[in-house]
């Protein structure tokens, strides 16, 4: 990739307001497919046809795990290549094409199937999207630009939503599918056709080259901080992939919310997520990604304490509400600042590969939900989500760790221009 801009005379390299805004459309779209599909009526849906917990939670590892593993070659395919638009699109569409088959009326093995290829193409495509972050603006405002698009990501999901659950009551579940698909392929849209062309690194052949993923392995081992961000974003984001897996799941069970309510709640939450992405993208660039981080992930214990003790349905929404929205929207937005602190130039696609690696193969207490889920009742689901507490608890201390000031090392981004 080319390198950023670094000085003043250089801030016109950087695309106008309309790419960034276009770019942040994207996270628009895949936040419909993620909301609706994972969240929302992918499980339920399952469910409902007679397949338990478990098997829907390895769906979901497996789907995450494939995903993880091919992220850094993905990345460094990207570096190497320049062909950050052309992966993007290819998976975005397979994504979309997957997710509408699951209208068809297959077996449960193929729909499993089919959910576990557009899961997979779905978070792949985030490497793509995510490595453009650092070509879109100047160090100090791409906590702003990707608090902009985290949020414009949840202000799609409210219309969104309530699409979704008109189709539901008019065609069935089964209708949802074709339309999540069809609306994140026209969203995704505008960032196809506006995304600035990312130039290839020259040297090796941009055919996969697993020698550069090594090499980029043993910069972030050799790297104290990239091993604390890598290892605190793993545990953060394994408790996030669990609660956007089974978060309808939980409030169905644990305090029996029916379809207008589980529409309403997770509306609410879109809207708290909404105004804590554009906060946390201004508190990444005022007070420093890794604080805002840091306050994201306290947030997100809280809402993980409150829904396993919460005395009852109004207590639970008024206090996970803020707390989930504030640290949902806060360790997306403020993670992707403090990945690109931490990268050197020229290896964007790679590092944002391994943070997709952290943050896919992390599906862990996905597992462990379903387990203790399983063992049945409410006060079951209510103990799994206390049991995520364990997993954020420790990220917080490892990100706590991480130096204040946190910069690539010059060393690591000359070597990577050179290769």
Sequence with gaps: MSARPESGAAQAAYPSA???GCWAAYDLANTIFSGIVVTRYFGLYMAGKGVGLLPLALANIASMFLAGVASPAAGALMDRSGRGRLLLVATTLGCAGCTAFLFLPSGNEILLGAFVAANFLYNLA???????LPHLGPPERQGRISGIGTAVGYVGMIPALFLAHAAEGKWGIPAVF???GGLFLLFSLPCFFTIPRIQPIPGESPLLSWRR???GAMLVWRSPAARLFFLGNFLCTDVLNALIFWIMVFVENAFEFDGGQKTAYQAGLVVSNIAC???AGWLSDRITARWTYLLSI???AG???AAGLAPSKAFLVWTTVPLAGFGLGGIWTAGRKLLF?????GREGEYSGFYGLTGKVSSLTTGLYAIVATSGGAWAHRGAILALLVPVLASWVLIKALPARIAASPEAGAAARSR
Excluded: D, H, Q
Aim: charged share 10%; no cysteine.
């Design 277 to 279: 992405s554009f906060a």
């Design 298 to 300: 306290s947030s997100l």
């Design 303 to 305: 809402a993980l304490l």
């Design 213 to 215: 993923v090594r090499e």
């Design 341 to 345: 602190e931490l990268t050197p130039p």
């Design 178 to 180: 074709p339309l999540a």
């Design 18 to 20: 309309a790419v960034v």
């Design 126 to 132: 985030l490497v793509f999207y995510n490595a453009y």
